[in-house]
């Protein structure tokens, strides 16, 4: 049976790593993701989802990068607050699900696929809420969305790789 679910900004995030200097992953956070999904155990194709994350509650635990990732040479967060995601499609795969969908970035909008790789059974809280969880992958380029910045290093390379690795993990609340 089709519901719809919140996405219960308490418990949920969308995490973040880059190759720095050509040497190790640097990963951040964001702290805030809101939204609503329809969805059906029973039939996810017909489902969807239309999430936002607050562009200003990015996290690396350095708050000079923090800063920076803030400015407009990145996320430019004066301008554009919000990044989003609208799905277009989800279809049942061998390994999950796949989600189809629209990512806006930095006001770019692109196609993005998210591989869902657990949707976990529903379960009554302490509130007596209905939730299930879920947990998600993407890989997208950030110069896809305008986000060039980058330093040439004196060994050769960049101090920044252009893949971005995302990794969702939602906690959603069903509605009445």
């Given amino acids: 049976m089709k519901s719809t679910y919140t996405i219960d900004p308490v418990h949920s995030s969308v995490q973040f790593s880059v190759r720095h200097m050509m040497i190790s992953n640097v990963k951040g956070a964001f702290s805030s993701v809101k939204g609503n999904v329809v969805y059906d155990a029973d039939a996810p194709e017909i489902g969807s989802i239309d ?30 607050p919000t990044i989003t995601f609208k799905s277009t499609s989800i279809k049942a795969a061998d390994d999950g699900l796949k989600i189809s969908g629209n990512l806006t970035i930095h006001g770019v909008t692109k196609p993005a696929v998210l591989q869902v790789e657990e949707i976990t059974p529903e379960g009554k809280d302490p509130w007596g809420n209905t939730r299930i969880g879920t947990s998600a992958k993407s890989k997208i380029k950030r110069s896809d969305f305008g986000l060039t910045w980058n330093a040439a290093l004196e060994s050769g390379g ?19």
Wanted: no cysteine.
């Fill in 51 to 80: 999430a936002e994350i607050d562009a200003s509650t990015i996290n690396t635990l350095d708050a000079n990068r923090d800063t920076h990732l803030k400015s407009a040479d990145f996320l430019d967060v004066a301008q554009y």
């Fill in 158 to 176: 960049f101090l920044l790789g252009d893949e971005l690795k995302l990794d969702f993990e939602v906690q959603l609340i069903k509605q009445a």
